[in-house]
């Protein structure tokens, strides 16, 4: 059996613990977020100097001289192609949206397997 001071200090430990696996957690969701977000710049960027992309005064984004070779139209080709369809018509309650969307998803995930073993 435990003493009073072992149980306190046990108890004391899984706290401190506790809080150091939820600061790590914390820290990878911020850092998978910078990484998400790094990428994207970084694809921006890229496309700005190949000049497939340009902003206009308001910031917003537009197509430039060489867009039609670029990554963004695939991008856009690729989600016309595989997801506004299936996003045309979505159910009301929370379970069938939810249900749905992992469908979405799943399916998804499958079309960008078969494209990249293509190409």
């Known amino acids: 059996m435990l003493s009073e001071d072992q149980f306190f200090e046990a108890k004391s430990f899984l706290q401190v613990y506790k809080d150091a696996h939820r600061c790590l957690e914390q820290a990878a969701r911020k ?11 970084s694809k921006v960027k890229e496309g700005q ?6 902003f206009d005064t308001q ?7 060489n867009f039609k070779s670029g990554f963004f139209l695939k991008l856009g080709q690729f989600v016309n192609k595989n997801v506004n369809s ?3 018509s979505l159910p ?3 379970e069938a949206l939810s249900s749905h969307l992992t469908g979405v998803i799943e399916d998804l995930k499958k079309e960008i397997l078969t494209a990249k073993t293509k190409a």
């Open 31 to 41: 850092k998978a977020a910078f990484d998400k977000y790094n990428a994207f710049y």
């Open 49 to 54: 100097d190949e000049r497939e992309l340009s």
């Open 59 to 65: 910031g917003n984004l537009q197509p430039a001289v």
């Open 86 to 88: 299936k996003l045309e």
């Open 92 to 94: 009301n309650s929370y």
